[in-house]
């Protein structure tokens, strides 16, 4: 922030303000909103409205709420109090609002101060709309700002009661509101927590504006407002005198295609509602200062956007700001004339007319465009939608005991229940465990189990279309009934063969070979099918040696086409000795054949995780070895993810289990991979 201040267009941005502030005395102000404050100053009451029309004042003068007038009190009361004319204290508090919503808008969208410098702080339509036009539209916008930076950190009943104030300021706030819920309903991490921002809303809404709603007086000068028609101008005729209202129009199908996508984070949230207002404004005979509404989608555009952004967005506030003075100065001349100051050029009624329409037309084009760039950039490449249409398939092969169910398990609490469909390669086994055939072969052989339809399962789930599956249940050791199981944004097919297809491993985003220490793999095997799956202990070494040569023959190759084999170590092998109960520390080494964020990783879980790591890179950086060593908790490796892979938390659960120790590592190397791979389908 500090940066912000002491830059050197920081100041020319203020210098032009106070500039402005002192040359002009924008009309606006000047009849109606300090004549309003003054006269609640002169005598307070809790009805400013009432006073004020007792007094002869206005009617159009305040229709805004108890928010805007408290925000206008304290500076303009400064400014009475100190001698100087109230409008000077007016101005004040429209600078205050202004440094607000910037610094408001650098916490949302992180970009660098120079940049917010001059999308925000040097617009022409801010300096225009708010010091050359004395519009006080960016009060409410800053308490909107605060309220979307409030849902953004996830503190929704206090957001709701900062937007019931952003509408007390302004009535038109009340756009963003439906916007907000749909955000809520879709984005499953917060769908509970419509209801707490609704509790937050109708708090504000009985402490802001339900006082104002009561006032008599304050209605009369609400429903005098000119400006709300305006919306309904723009219209298309049906006939019969019916027309259709295109801003309404717009508005709707905008709030459907927010509706339409199912998922949503907060990046598509902002753009979708930043999109509405431009469509309310561009459609409008708009005050400049509705313009303000817009600026937090101007910022976002030009920071996400490039250099294309900028320049579109300086053409349009420069259009803007051309189009409002030519209509400002065809009306000081009664609508036939362009009149400055004592020169005036004829232009007749006509004409003129035709001028401003041309104007509008151009601001609309520009307008459209914008909302097609934004929608292009933040929508279109927005990832929470590209897994909405192409879920993200993750196979993980391993001989039995390597941990496939394990870290399954532990990915589908990463990203909870709703995201995730598990496809187990158990499933298909060909035969319960009481068959004969079991006497012949083991279950490691691909012809003992249906890979086939494996496959054409996966297929089928890759595809978004639900399956009817049996599950293998490991207690009774037979197949269950078929039940259904529907695609999810991720699907994790775990199995001893899940690499084997070459068709299945074309499909999978990532492939993860485990490849756990045999000694290892024995140890936890012994403990967990005597333990889970009611084998003697006799009957599970047996049955190892059975399968050796099957594990060989189709396990282990699958390996090779792995771009992720992970192995789990004891750090010492004594520590298997005797006890099947004890957990032994382990260590993990980890080969990637993607490589991509390897050093940023290890660098993470050195600093952050406190473990030990060694990195290996084969000479033509094909692969990559990692060695890892230590003790680490789940909130270090959560830490690590915020720090490594911001995007990718979104995806995550709200209640996300990370684990601890090697297996909490391995849930953030596939985090790395995953994060990894959408950066790759992305290119
Ligand atoms: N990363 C790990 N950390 C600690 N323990 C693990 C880990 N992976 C596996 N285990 C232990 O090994 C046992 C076997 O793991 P799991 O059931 O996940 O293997 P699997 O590959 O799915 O086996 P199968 O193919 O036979 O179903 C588990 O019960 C668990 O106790
Ligand atoms: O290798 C295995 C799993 O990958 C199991 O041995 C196979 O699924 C059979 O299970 P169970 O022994 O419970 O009948």
């Not at 036009?133 to 503190?155: E, H, K, M, S």
């Not at 699958?558 to 032994?584: E, F, K, N, T, Y």
Request: proline share 4%; aromatic share 10%.
């Amino acid at each position: 922030m500090k940066q912000l201040f002491i830059d050197p267009f920081f100041a020319v941005g203020l210098a032009l303000r106070l500039l402005l502030l002192f040359a002009i005395a924008p009309t606006a102000a000047t009849i109606w909103y300090a004549p309003f404050i003054d006269s609640s100053l002169s005598s307070f009451s809790l009805d400013p409205w009432r006073v004020f029309l007792a007094n002869g004042g206005d009617a159009a003068a305040f229709p805004y709420g108890y928010v805007m007038w408290l925000a206008l009190l304290p500076l303009s009361a400064a400014a009475k109090l100190a001698g100087l004319p109230v409008i000077v204290g007016y101005k004040a508090t429209l600078l205050c609002a202004d440094v607000a919503v910037m610094l408001l808008l650098q916490r949302i969208i992180n970009c660098t101060s120079r940049l917010l410098l001059f999308a925000y702080w040097l617009s022409p339509l801010v300096l225009y709309a708010t010091y050359a036009q004395g519009f006080n539209d960016l009060i409410p916008v800053a308490i909107l700002t605060l309220a979307l930076l409030l849902i953004r950190r996830q503190q929704f009943a206090l957001s709701g009661f900062v937007m019931a104030a952003a509408i007390s300021a302004k009535m038109s706030m009340l756009i963003a509101v439906p916007f907000v819920f749909v955000y809520l309903a879709n984005n499953w991490a917060f769908s509970a927590d419509a209801w707490t921002y609704a509790k937050g809303l109708l708090l504000g809404v009985a402490v802001w504006c339900v006082p104002f709603l009561a006032s008599s007086a304050a209605m009369a000068m609400l429903f005098h407002n000119p400006e709300i028609a305006k919306v309904y101008e723009a219209a298309l005729p049906i006939g019969s005198g019916f027309s259709i209202y295109l801003v309404p129009l717009a508005y709707v199908l905008v709030l459907y295609a927010e509706w339409r996508f199912r998922r949503i984070n907060f990046d598509l949230f902002f753009a979708t509602l930043g999109i509405a207002f431009l469509m309310v404004v561009i459609f409008t005979r708009a005050a400049p200062g509705w313009y303000c509404w817009i600026m937090p989608l101007l910022v976002v555009h030009q920071a996400r956007g490039g250099v294309q952004a900028i320049v579109l967005s300086a053409i349009f506030s420069v259009a803007f700001v051309c189009g409002s003075l030519l209509i400002q100065l065809l009306s000081a001349s009664g609508g036939d004339a362009i009149q400055i100051g004592v020169w005036s050029i004829a232009v007749g009624e006509e004409l003129g007319r035709h001028l401003v329409s041309l104007l509008h037309t151009a601001m609309a084009a520009l307008g459209l465009i914008m909302a097609m760039q934004v929608w292009r950039q933040s929508v279109a490449a927005n990832d929470f939608l590209r897994l909405n249409r192409k879920p993200f398939i993750i196979g993980i092969a391993g001989d039995s005991g390597s941990g496939k169910d394990t870290l399954a398990l532990a990915l589908g609490d990463l990203f909870g229940r709703r995201t995730v469909t598990q496809l187990s390669g158990d499933d298909y086994h060909r035969w319960d465990r009481q068959k004969p055939i079991w006497q012949v072969m083991t279950h490691l052989n691909p012809a003992a189990n249906d890979l086939e339809a494996f496959a054409h399962d996966l297929l089928a789930l890759a595809d978004r279309r639900t399956i009817q599956s049996r599950h293998y249940d490991h207690a009774s050791g037979k197949r269950q009934r078929p039940t259904r199981i529907a695609a999810r944004d991720i699907i994790i097919a775990s199995g001893l063969h899940a690499l084997y297809l070459p068709i299945c491993r074309a499909r999978y985003d990532l492939s993860i070979y485990l490849d756990m220490d045999d000694e290892l793999r024995r140890h936890y095997k012994i403990r967990r099918d005597s333990g889970e799956r009611g084998h003697s202990v006799e009957h599970v070494l047996a049955s190892l040696e059975k399968r050796a040569k099957d594990v060989a023959r189709f396990v282990r190759p699958q390996g090779r086409h792995a771009d992720l084999v992970m192995s789990l170590q004891p750090i010492h092998p004594l520590m298997l000795a005797g006890d099947s109960s004890i957990s032994p520390r382990l260590k993990l080494s980890v080969l990637t054949r993607k490589s991509l964020h390897e050093m940023s990783l290890a660098r993470v879980l050195v600093g952050v995780c406190g473990l030990h790591v060694d990195l290996e890179i084969d000479d033509d950086a094909e692969a990559v070895m990692m060695t890892i060593e230590g003790e680490t908790g789940p909130e270090d490796v959560r830490l690590a993810a915020t720090m490594l892979f911001p995007k990718i938390i979104e995806f995550l659960d709200p209640k996300a289990a990370w684990r601890e120790g090697m297996l909490g590592v391995m849930q953030l190397v596939i985090l790395a991979n995953i994060n990894q791979s959408m950066i790759r389908r992305l290119i």
